[in-house]
C-alpha cells in the first residue's frame, strides 16, 4: 500500500511539474522548461530509488564491494576476509573482484562514506547523474537542432522507463550502465562546449570523461572519438585535429590505464581470468545471456517505443539527404556504431546499448516535430496525428509501466529487515553466518562473514580453530548433526 500511496503523490509532483514546463515552453521561457522537465524526471528517479533492499542481479554485488572499498580503496573485494576457500573464478563467492572497472563503485563508497552504509545512499550517484543526464541531453541538442526539437527529447530522456529502471538498479547492470552512459553523454556534451568556444582545454576535460567511461564499462567509451572527429572535421584545420585527438587520446589513457596495470600487478591471476571473460563474451553467451543479432534492434521498442522504428528509417533518410551536414551523422554515428558492434557480441544484455538512448530520443523528436509542422501537406493528416498522439501516449504509458507507481508492492521485505538486524542479534563481532540465502545482501547489512550453504564438520572445526563464533540460520531443516552441534549456535528465523 505505502508504493501506491507513494506512486501517487510521484506521479501528481511529476504531472504537475512536466504541465509546468510545457506552458513554460510555450510561453518561450526555454530555461524554465527545462529546469522543470530536470525536476519532473529527478521526482520520478527518487520514487523508483527508494526500494529498501538490494536488487538481486548485479547491485547487490556492487554494494558489497564498494563497502568494502571504504576500508580499502585500492583493493576490490567481495569477501573482504575469507575464511573458506575460495576460487578466483567464481565472481559471485571471490575474494579480490575485478569483475568489473572500480569507479561506480567508488562513487557508491564515497556517498555510503557520507551518508552511511544503505541502499539510498548507495544509488544516490546514479540518482544525482541521471538527472544531470537529462539536461546534457537538451544542451546537445539544443546547439545541433534547436529549442524544441532538444526539449522534447530532453522530456523523453526524462520520463524513460528504461533509464529510470537502470538507474535504479531494478535491471541487470544498472549503475555500471548508468554511469558509462553517464559518461559518454558528458564527453559529448564536452564536444558541443568545445565547438561553441574553440578552447582547446576542453578537449583535456573530453579525455578525462573518456577515461572515466572506460573506468565504467571498458572500450566501448571511445565511440565518442568518431563523434568528436564528425563535429569538428569542417571547424579545424587537419593540424588541430591531430593535435587535439591527441590530446584526448593521451588524458584518456592517463585516466584508466594506471588501474589496469595496478590490477595486472597486484591481483595478476584474477585479472587475467576476467579478462579472458571479457574476450568470451564475443563468442559465448556467458550467464545464459544470448540473443540473435536483430535482439538490440528488436528491444529498442520494447526499451524505448513501440513507434520508434519510423523515426529511425525518416532519420536515415534525413540523413542521407543532408549528407554534408555533420551533425545528422553524428548522431547517427552514435546510434550505428554501438548497435552493429554489440549485435555481433555474443553475450547480450539490454543494458549494454543504453548509452546511445539520448540519440533516439533526438530522432523521435526531429520526426514528431517536422511531421507536425507539415501535418497539413501530408494526404493522410489524420493518420499522422495518432501516431504523433501514439509517440507521446506510449513514452508516458510506458515510463509509468516500468516505473510501477500504481502497483501494490513489498519495497521494504521481511528478508532485508531481518538481515539489516543481524548487528543487534549476535553480539559476537567476530561471527561466521551460515545457510543464508540472501548471503551477498547480509554482508553488506552486517559485519559478519556470511555463506550461503551449510557447513560440513570439518569446515565447522577449521573455523572454530581460527577463532570464529559459528551460527547457523536455521530454515526449518537442519540435520541433527548441525542442531544439535555445542560447537555451533542456531539463529532462528524473526
Same mark, same amino acid.
Given at each position: 500500500?505505502?508504493?501506491?500511496?507513494?506512486?501517487?503523490?510521484?506521479?501528481?509532483?511529476?504531472?504537475?511539474? /512536466?504541465?509546468?514546463?510545457?506552458?513554460?515552453?510555450?510561453?518561450?521561457?526555454?530555461?524554465? #522548461?527545462?529546469?522543470?522537465?530536470?525536476?519532473?524526471?529527478?521526482?520520478?528517479?527518487?520514487?523508483?530509488?527508494?526500494?529498501?533492499?538490494?536488487?538481486?542481479?548485479?547491485?547487490?554485488?556492487?554494494?558489497?564491494?564498494?563497502?568494502?572499498?571504504?576500508?580499502?580503496? /585500492?583493493?576490490?573485494?567481495?569477501?573482504?576476509?575469507?575464511?573458506?576457500?575460495?576460487?578466483?573464478?567464481?565472481?559471485?563467492?571471490?575474494? *579480490?573482484?575485478?569483475?568489473?572497472?572500480?569507479?561506480?563503485?567508488?562513487?557508491?563508497?564515497?556517498?555510503?562514506?557520507?551518508?552511511?552504509?544503505?541502499?539510498?545512499?548507495?544509488?544516490?550517484? #546514479?540518482?544525482?547523474?541521471?538527472?544531470?543526464?537529462?539536461?546534457?541531453? %537538451? %544542451?546537445?541538442?539544443?546547439?545541433?537542432?534547436?529549442?524544441?526539437?532538444?526539449?522534447?527529447?530532453?522530456?523523453?530522456?526524462?520520463?524513460?522507463?528504461? $533509464?529510470?529502471?537502470?538507474?535504479?538498479?531494478?535491471?541487470?547492470?544498472?549503475?555500471?550502465?548508468?554511469?558509462?552512459?553517464?559518461?559518454?553523454?558528458?564527453? $559529448?556534451?564536452?564536444?558541443?562546449?568545445?565547438?561553441?568556444?574553440?578552447?582547446?582545454?576542453?578537449?583535456?576535460?573530453? =579525455?578525462?570523461? $573518456?577515461?572515466?567511461?572506460?573506468?565504467?564499462?571498458?572500450? @566501448?567509451?571511445?565511440?565518442?572519438?568518431?563523434?568528436? *572527429?564528425?563535429?569538428?572535421?569542417?571547424?579545424?584545420?587537419?593540424?588541430?585535429?591531430?593535435?587535439?585527438?591527441? $590530446?584526448?587520446?593521451?588524458?584518456?589513457?592517463?585516466?584508466?590505464? @594506471?588501474?589496469?596495470? %595496478?590490477?595486472?600487478?597486484?591481483?595478476?591471476?584474477?585479472?587475467?581470468?576476467?579478462?579472458?571473460?571479457?574476450?568470451?563474451?564475443?563468442?559465448?553467451?556467458?550467464?545464459?545471456?544470448? =540473443?540473435?543479432?536483430?535482439?538490440?534492434?528488436?528491444?529498442?521498442?520494447?526499451?524505448?517505443?513501440?513507434?520508434?522504428?519510423? @523515426?529511425?528509417?525518416?532519420?536515415?533518410?534525413?540523413?542521407?539527404?543532408?549528407?554534408?551536414?555533420?551533425?545528422?551523422?553524428?548522431?547517427?554515428?552514435?546510434?550505428?556504431?554501438?548497435?552493429?558492434?554489440?549485435?555481433?557480441?555474443?553475450?547480450?544484455?539490454? =543494458?549494454?546499448?543504453?548509452?546511445?538512448?539520448?540519440?533516439?530520443?533526438?530522432?523521435?523528436?526531429?520526426?514528431?516535430?517536422?511531421?507536425?509542422?507539415?501535418?497539413?501537406?501530408?494526404? /493522410?493528416?489524420?493518420?499522422?496525428?495518432?501516431?504523433?498522439?501514439?509517440?507521446?501516449? %506510449?513514452?508516458?504509458?510506458? #515510463?509509468?509501466?516500468?516505473?510501477?507507481?500504481?502497483?501494490?508492492?513489498?519495497?521494504? @521485505?521481511?528478508?532485508?529487515?531481518?538481515?539489516?538486524?543481524?548487528?543487534?542479534?549476535?553480539?559476537?563481532?567476530?561471527?561466521?553466518?551460515?545457510?543464508?540465502?540472501?548471503?551477498?545482501?547480509?554482508? /553488506?547489512?552486517?559485519?559478519?562473514?556470511?555463506?550461503?550453504?551449510?557447513?560440513?564438520?570439518?569446515?565447522?572445526?577449521?573455523?572454530?580453530?581460527? =577463532?570464529?563464533?559459528?551460527?547457523?540460520?536455521?530454515?526449518?531443516?537442519?540435520?541433527? #548433526?548441525?542442531?544439535?552441534?555445542?560447537?555451533?549456535?542456531?539463529?532462528?528465523?524473526?
Amino acid at each position: 500500500m505505502f508504493n501506491l500511496i507513494f506512486g501517487i503523490i510521484t506521479v501528481l509532483i511529476s504531472s504537475a511539474l /512536466f504541465y509546468k514546463a510545457y506552458r513554460c515552453y510555450k510561453l518561450g521561457d526555454f530555461s524554465k #522548461s527545462i529546469f522543470y522537465l530536470i525536476l519532473g524526471g529527478f521526482v520520478l528517479r527518487i520514487f523508483a530509488g527508494f526500494d529498501l533492499y538490494l536488487h538481486p542481479w548485479d547491485e547487490r554485488y556492487h554494494a558489497l564491494v564498494a563497502k568494502n572499498f571504504i576500508k580499502h580503496i /585500492f583493493i576490490p573485494a567481495l569477501y573482504d576476509n575469507p575464511v573458506l576457500p575460495f576460487n578466483i573464478e567464481n565472481w559471485g563467492g571471490n575474494y *579480490i573482484w575485478v569483475h568489473k572497472q572500480p569507479l561506480p563503485m567508488w562513487f557508491m563508497s564515497a556517498s555510503m562514506s557520507i551518508f552511511g552504509i544503505n541502499e539510498i545512499a548507495l544509488r544516490l550517484p #546514479s540518482i544525482i547523474l541521471s538527472t544531470i543526464g537529462i539536461y546534457l541531453t %537538451y %544542451y546537445i541538442f539544443k546547439h545541433l537542432f534547436g529549442e524544441r526539437e532538444a526539449l522534447l527529447a530532453a522530456f523523453f530522456h526524462s520520463i524513460s522507463g528504461f $533509464i529510470i529502471e537502470i538507474t535504479a538498479a531494478r535491471v541487470p547492470t544498472d549503475h555500471y550502465d548508468l554511469f558509462f552512459f553517464f559518461f559518454i553523454e558528458f564527453a $559529448i556534451f564536452l564536444i558541443i562546449v568545445y565547438l561553441k568556444t574553440g578552447k582547446r582545454y576542453i578537449n583535456i576535460l573530453i =579525455g578525462i570523461a $573518456i577515461g572515466c567511461a572506460v573506468l565504467c564499462k571498458w572500450m @566501448p567509451a571511445f565511440i565518442v572519438v568518431p563523434i568528436w *572527429i564528425i563535429l569538428v572535421w569542417k571547424k579545424d584545420s587537419f593540424k588541430d585535429i591531430t593535435v587535439n585527438l591527441f $590530446i584526448i587520446l593521451f588524458f584518456a589513457f592517463l585516466i584508466f590505464l @594506471p588501474w589496469q596495470i %595496478y590490477i595486472h600487478s597486484a591481483f595478476p591471476q584474477e585479472t587475467a581470468f576476467e579478462n579472458q571473460q571479457i574476450f568470451q563474451r564475443f563468442f559465448v553467451a556467458l550467464d545464459g545471456m544470448d =540473443g540473435g543479432p536483430l535482439y538490440y534492434l528488436y528491444n529498442v521498442q520494447r526499451n524505448i517505443n513501440v513507434f520508434v522504428y519510423i @523515426p529511425m528509417i525518416w532519420f536515415i533518410y534525413m540523413t542521407i539527404k543532408n549528407r554534408n551536414e555533420e551533425k545528422y551523422w553524428a548522431v547517427l554515428i552514435w546510434f550505428i556504431v554501438p548497435y552493429i558492434f554489440f549485435s555481433f557480441v555474443i553475450t547480450k544484455m539490454q =543494458g549494454y546499448v543504453l548509452f546511445v538512448a539520448p540519440s533516439i530520443f533526438i530522432m523521435i523528436s526531429l520526426f514528431f516535430w517536422d511531421m507536425f509542422d507539415n501535418i497539413k501537406k501530408y494526404k /493522410f493528416s489524420l493518420l499522422i496525428k495518432i501516431l504523433l498522439a501514439g509517440i507521446l501516449i %506510449y513514452s508516458v504509458y510506458y #515510463s509509468i509501466n516500468r516505473v510501477k507507481p500504481f502497483e501494490i508492492l513489498d519495497r521494504n @521485505p521481511k528478508w532485508a529487515q531481518e538481515l539489516k538486524n543481524l548487528n543487534n542479534r549476535i553480539p559476537e563481532k567476530k561471527s561466521v553466518i551460515f545457510n543464508v540465502e540472501n548471503y551477498i545482501e547480509a554482508m /553488506f547489512y552486517s559485519d559478519f562473514i556470511v555463506y550461503k550453504d551449510l557447513p560440513s564438520r570439518q569446515t565447522i572445526n577449521d573455523i572454530k580453530n581460527k =577463532g570464529y563464533i559459528i551460527y547457523i540460520y536455521d530454515k526449518g531443516n537442519l540435520p541433527d #548433526s548441525l542442531s544439535q552441534n555445542p560447537d555451533v549456535k542456531i539463529l532462528k528465523q524473526e
